[in-house]
């Protein structure tokens, strides 16, 4: 019974409807693939390069307050802002979280300044606590208290005293106008000789 529904189905289309959609699949595949390199796809999962953030012109500021901040000279983007207590729970934040400021970016829908959404702000603090463990139980003693405790009132965030750590004061395009003259432009992923077939 099942091999004749195989069966069926192979005899279904004719040999040049197979061909062509296995042409057309092979051309929304390439396209696929050439709209994820276009994106730079590889260097958000692959890579650990914080200038891969600023792909995106919105990041400029952020980027640039980070270089300039303390944490410039020791921690990435990746070391607060991605889970790092085991390589799964990492790039399964680090694709979605990936994927949302994608749909965010080519839909046009991302906000001059950029706020941590609890699932964000709950990684970032529980990396502020991970790197200043010492700091924080042996120095001063605060003792740990994690991001959700802090929403409901139970205690404080970590930037509700270190606000400007590590992104300094503003971070919109307007508040700092001189950011984008202090990111690295990232190269363009088009080739040169498709760039040169192309006249640019």
């Known amino acids: 019974m099942r091999l004749n529904k ?20 092979g051309v929304i595949t390439g396209l696929g693939v050439l709209f994820l390199y276009l994106l730079r796809m590889h260097t958000y999962i692959a890579g650990d390069d914080p ?18 901040s303390s944490h410039g000279r020791d921690a990435t983007c990746n ?9 799964a729970s990492h790039y399964l934040f680090k694709g979605l979280d990936g994927m949302k400021h994608v749909a965010y970016f080519v839909t046009r829908s991302e906000h001059q300044s950029i ?3 609890d699932p ?4 970032i603090m529980d990396n502020c606590i991970r790197c200043h463990r010492q700091l924080n139980t042996e120095f001063v003693k605060t003792g740990r208290i994690d991001y959700m405790e802090a929403k409901r009132g139970q205690g404080m965030a970590c930037w509700d005293c270190h606000r400007n750590v590590p992104h300094g004061g503003g971070n919109s395009l307007s508040s700092t106008p001189w950011a984008e ?4 432009i990232p190269p363009s992923p088009v080739p040169e000789w498709l760039q040169k077939l192309l006249g640019h």
Request: proline content about 7%; aromatic content about 8%; overall charge positive.
């Open 181 to 184: 003259t202090q990111v690295p």
């Open 120 to 123: 964000s702000a709950e990684v």
């Open 115 to 117: 706020k941590a959404e």
């Open 51 to 68: 200038s891969a953030c600023v792909n995106c012109h919105i990041m400029a500021p952020y980027y640039a307050t980070w270089s300039h």
């Open 6 to 25: 195989i069966k069926s189905l192979k005899d279904r289309f004719s040999y040049p409807q197979k061909v062509a959609l296995l042409l057309l699949a």
């Open 79 to 87: 070391d607060c802002h991605v889970p790092n207590g085991n390589i």
